[in-house]
């Protein structure tokens, strides 16, 4: 599998040619407290990857797509990483609806975006598990919650 994945904090904004080296060790929350990361995925060719995602608690997790295609005047923007760096007039910052298959251009970065509802969770450790599938070959990527 040619696709480069990481988990990475939901304060990094992710944009198409951001690299995929972050450090990230899981999200420790509270009871009842509401929490996200960022699943961030790169590959070398164009290709479409399944995404599915495991939890203990199947109601802990919901799973958003960031969809960069909104339209802005990156320099009338007032952010100065998107005015020196990115692709003309797209942010990263609409959360849209995931059906499990995202499409990733070569050498683009994309990122699905993970919110995480301790509500219902009784107290404990839990693997959250993702796992990718592109063609025949898949890949299971674990971080703590």
Known sequence: MSI???????????????????CFSGISLLAGEK???QLVLRSDRDTEVQISCTCPYASLFEVKEIYAG?????????DT??????????????????DGKLSLQ???TRAIWINIDTK???PGEYNFTVTLSENEES???ETKV
């Open 81 to 98: 990483l998107l005015v020196n760096n990115g692709d003309p007039g797209y942010y990263p910052d609409l959360l849209d609806c995931f």
């Open 139 to 141: 890949r299971k990527l």
């Open 106 to 108: 070569a050498e683009k």
């Open 70 to 78: 909104l339209a802005i005047n990156k320099e009338d923007c007032g």
């Open 120 to 122: 219902d969770a009784a």
């Open 4 to 22: 480069k994945s990481t988990f990475c904090s939901s304060l990094e904004k992710i944009f198409t040619y951001s690299g995929t080296d972050y």
């Open 35 to 37: 929490g996200n990361f």
